[in-house]
């Protein structure tokens, strides 16, 4: 999982930890720019922030107010999967 870390590292400058490296949350695909893009997601927990390499726009959001601004349906249905899967677990859990 050390490409999805780096990548999360790159374009957005927050360092994380993956909760469930082994059971990712679901993909999400779509076009962008002429492009397929498939995103493999996963649950994980922020570990410490910089300015990104990529100038990528990043927010930190409430559920509900993520789910307002999320384009992509599968992109909230997985959201709604991460939430489901915190209210199970209780908490984010140890790295």
Not at 9 to 33: D, K, N, Q
Not at 38 to 56: G, K, M, W
Not at 59 to 83: G, N
């Amino acid at each position: 999982m050390d490409t999805a870390t780096r990548e999360v590292f790159e374009e957005t400058g927050v360092r994380i930890a993956l909760v469930t490296p082994e059971e990712p949350l679901g993909t999400s695909c779509y076009e962008a720019g002429g492009e397929s893009v498939c995103v493999v997601l996963f649950l994980a927990r922020s570990i410490d922030e910089q300015t990104p390499a990529e100038h990528r726009e990043k927010a930190w959001l409430p559920f509900q107010r993520a789910e307002e601004v999320l384009k992509h349906s599968e992109s909230k249905a997985v959201l709604r999967q991460a939430m489901d899967r915190l209210r199970t677990r209780g908490s984010m859990g140890a790295p």
